[in-house]
């Protein structure tokens, strides 16, 4: 269970995040709002990249902003990037293998736990491959599996479906879904696409200039006038 | 992880130029060439450790002749002082360089692109300083070494005790070290590396200690530079001050850049355009100062034109002439 409590980020005279508390408990979440509403600096702060004025953010109980953001994806923070980070030269296995690296396990459980994720995401095929020879949606997929090894607890994308044609946005989605079954991981969704976010997320959260104007199961959330104001209103500009 | 100990083609390239100066090139050698290619062998092993961390972090470092001038100075100190074998002194020289090189990195990591590579010049003008000012030890009383006159004896290695011993002391010494590189490429801390220089927030999200990595390839730089600036004492007997000018290590990058700093084939163009280019010039009677002009040519060539550097452009003609082996790289 993730609570963020209060928390307050300001860049200069931007204030990105006004006070924002909110409490996910569903095992897939989603946040949505318009360009600039916050997310990415919601999901800033979870890893540490950013640091709020003022807030306190558990996970599972344990205060996360004290941890460096290293130590935090030891606790079992997973995140993607909206540019997904694949590291050209090594393999698809190597680029997963990095996530637990760290850990004391054997080499042979490391070696079975990447096949495995690899596995999952349909990638095992090409685990040899190098990250410079894949399509976007192989390194995505590679993103995932990344995400998956190592005993996550909270697995964080960021519009994970941004640039991906349908086909590709409704595989991810179901391989989204996927992931609390498999790992036991909560998981957190910031996209614009709402049909995604309407599938796949239990709750959802709606960021709007930095403050909270909804939250709650995503059906009524979405039927909500203030957020069709706030949120499609921008989009249809 | 399978692949630990997979020799890849250029992989069985260099052990094959490595056997070549090994088994060969000392007795095809005069004592002018000896004593070029000896030096050669020493600056290839320091320029490895620039190349490696502009190719693996993109960091530039200009302090890698001043590290050479540390391990040199504690080499020849330890020599003095003590009765330890070569080997020992070697060992020594390039440990504490090594953790040279991490203090090195204290300030330097908060620094990024041109920054650091400025911070990095100002350490290397600040050692240019104190080896002028107090010279290389040679026998003399004190902590500082140094007696006016002939010097005392620097102890080779038992086994290498001729010029052409040494040559393939150096070369072996060389081969370790490009080993260490490839071993670490292939292990965890080229795993992280990678990650790094794609972005430190990736690598800080994918549990990546960033600060030790980034240090941890400072302390690599230095233990090179270290145990290169412990052979070229053993070499010399004795080391010079103007031999290791922050110049230099401004040249010794830049020359890796031309080289290709992603190979090992690029750390060997670095190498004999610095050392052996001036002799060959030498020999022919021309200003040894020549050599500025063509390195200068060579770095717009690179800037220019190729990326990879000289040895880049080669393997990519190789690469062409041999279609089957791009298939299998692939
Ligand atoms: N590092 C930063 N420095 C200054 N301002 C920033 C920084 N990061 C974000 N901002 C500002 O904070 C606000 C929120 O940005 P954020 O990236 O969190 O939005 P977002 O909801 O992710 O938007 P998008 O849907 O476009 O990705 C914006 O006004 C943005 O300009
Ligand atoms: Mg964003």
């Known amino acids: ?237 | 992880m399978r692949q630990l100990f997979h020799v890849t083609p250029s992989g069985w390239a260099g052990l094959g130029t490595a056997a070549f100066g090994i088994l060969i090139l000392p007795s095809l050698s005069n004592s002018y060439w000896l004593s070029v290619f000896t030096s050669m062998g020493c600056f290839l092993l320091a320029i490895a450790g620039v190349a490696f961390m502009y190719a693996r972090l993109g960091m530039v470092s200009l302090t890698q002749v001043g590290l050479m001038g540390v391990g040199g100075w504690i080499a020849l100190r330890l020599n003095h002082a003590f009765d330890f074998p070569f080997e020992v002194n070697l060992a020594l020289a390039a440990t504490a360089t090594m953790i040279f090189g991490w203090i090195l990195a204290l300030p330097a990591l908060r620094m990024r692109g041109l920054y650091l590579a400025l911070v990095t010049l100002m350490a290397a003008g600040g050692l240019e300083i104190i080896f002028a000012t107090f010279q290389f030890p040679n026998g003399g009383a004190g902590f500082w070494g140094v007696q006016t006159g002939s010097g005392a004896a620097f102890r080779r290695p038992w086994i290498a005790q001729s010029a052409q011993a040494y040559l393939r002391y150096v070369i072996a010494c060389a081969l370790l070290g490009f080993l260490c590189i490839e071993l670490h490429r292939r292990l965890q801390p080229g795993r992280a590396w990678a990650l790094i220089r794609r972005s430190e927030a990736a690598a800080m999200a994918a549990g990546v200690n960033v600060t030790l990595y980034k240090t941890w390839a400072f302390g690599i730089a230095g233990l090179l530079g270290g145990a290169a600036g412990a052979l070229l004492a053993g070499s010399l007997g004795l080391l010079d001050d103007g031999t290791f000018r922050a110049s230099e290590s401004v040249m010794i990058f830049a020359l890796a850049v031309v080289g290709g700093a992603h190979s090992w084939q690029g750390a060997l163009v670095a190498a004999a355009l610095y050392k052996v280019l001036p002799a060959v010039l030498n020999i022919w009677g021309v200003d040894a100062n020549l050599s500025f002009v063509i390195f200068g040519a060579g770095l717009l060539h690179a800037v220019i034109t190729a990326p990879q550097g000289i040895a880049g452009q080669l393997l990519d003609g190789l690469r062409r002439l041999s279609p089957k082996r791009e298939a299998r790289d692939a």
């Open chain 1, 1 to 237: 269970m993730l609570e963020i409590e209060d928390v307050t980020v300001r860049f200069g005279g931007v204030v990105a995040l006004s006070a924002v508390s909110v409490r996910f408990d569903k095992p897939v979440n989603g946040i949505i709002g318009p360009n600039g509403a916050g997310k990415t600096t919601l999901m800033n702060v979870l890893s540490g990249f950013v640091r709020p004025a003022s807030g306190r953010v558990s996970g599972d109980g344990e205060a996360l902003l004290p941890l460096a953001p290293h130590r935090r994806a030891h606790w079992g923070l997973r995140r993607s990037f909206q540019k997904e980070e694949i590291a050209d030269d090594l393999t698809v296995f190597e680029n997963v293998l990095v996530q637990i690296d760290h850990s004391r396990s054997p080499a042979r459980s490391k070696t079975a736990e990447v096949e495995a994720m690899l596995a999952l995401v349909g990638m095992a095929d090409r685990a040899g491959k190098i990250g410079a020879a894949l399509s976007g949606f192989e390194r995505r997929l590679t993103d995932v599996a990344k995400c998956l090894v190592g005993r996550p607890r909270l697995v964080m994308f960021d519009e994970p479906a941004g640039g991906m044609s349908v086909d590709e946005s409704r595989q991810l989605g179901a391989l989204i879904r996927q992931i609390h079954g498999a790992t036991g991981a909560q998981v957190l969704v910031i996209d614009h696409d709402v049909e995604l976010i309407r599938t796949i997320c239990e709750d959802t959260l709606v960021l709007d200039f930095g403050r909270r104007i909804a939250f709650g199961p995503t059906a009524e959330v979405l039927d909500d006038p203030r957020v069709k104001a706030a949120y499609l209103g921008t989009e249809e500009v």
